[in-house]
């Protein structure tokens, strides 16, 4: 190892595969075939393996990242989630722009959702929850539209204000069991929906209504394929200029 010294600032990708599997040969090590077999050499830190929060941490050289001297710790925390959203926004196709984007759930990867779509140039962009703090939040990120539903109903909103069409995009990361059915209900006829948060109980999706408006639906956990650890690169010099 002679890239890294002691004391350097540096970013981890928490899976790495077992570097066997047909998966990871093809470069998908965060699908490994054998995910949580430690003796066949799979980690993913904080699942399988011991997370931040313990004294020390063991990673594959491949994984470790330095940080650039203008991104701060606390920034540097936050790039998993945007390789995770950047991955996400590439298997919908990649292109936003003009497009009408709604995001429900302003979490963490919710909020970077506002911030890619605002930087893909997405028309307008629709964020919907329940906590005033995080929709407010998601306007300094982009949001065009807050919605508390609270107070107003996503759905009759989304299409109101799309004149009856429903958004082209739909990133569904609130993750409550409610949440894909309503992403479905408020996308347009072949329109897409990403899942990016996923609830601990079945979720009920109508198939009759997402076949007969040709709605399409994604899901994404973590970055997946050979050009994982160069996104991961690539977002952490790029985010924070």
Known sequence: MDEFQVGDRVAVEAS?????????????????????????????????TNGGFAQYAVNHINTVHKI?????????????????????FQ?????VVGDSVAVVGPGPLGLVSVGVARALCAG????????????????????????????????????RETQGMGADL???SSGATTGPQMAVEMCKRMGRVLLV??????????????????????????????????????????AFP
């Not at 570097?19 to 050499?41: E, F, I, P, S």
């Not at 001297?69 to 606390?74: A, C, L, P, Q």
């Open 68 to 88: 650039p001297d203008s991104v701060e710790f606390n920034e540097a925390a936050l790039i998993t989630n945007l390789g995770c959203i950047l991955y996400g």
């Open 91 to 95: 298997t919908v196709g990649g292109y």
């Open 170 to 172: 739909v990133i569904e």
């Open 16 to 48: 790495y595969g077992c570097g066997r599997c047909r998966n990871c040969r093809l470069g998908y090590y965060t699908a490994c075939l054998n995910y949580g077999n430690r003796q066949r050499g799979h980690r993913a830190n904080g699942f399988t």
């Open 124 to 159: 307008k962009i629709f964020l919907v929850g329940t906590r005033d703090s995080r929709l407010q939040m998601g306007k300094t990120m982009g949001a065009d539209r807050l919605i508390n539903v609270n107070q107003e109903n996503p759905v009759e909103v989304i299409r």
């Open 197 to 238: 948060g996923y609830p601990e109980e079945p979720a009920p999706v109508n198939f009759s209504m997402m076949g007969m408006r040709n709605v399409h639906i994604f899901s994404v956990r973590g970055r997946v394929g050979p050009t994982a650890a160069g996104e991961f690169r690539f977002s952490l010099k790029a």
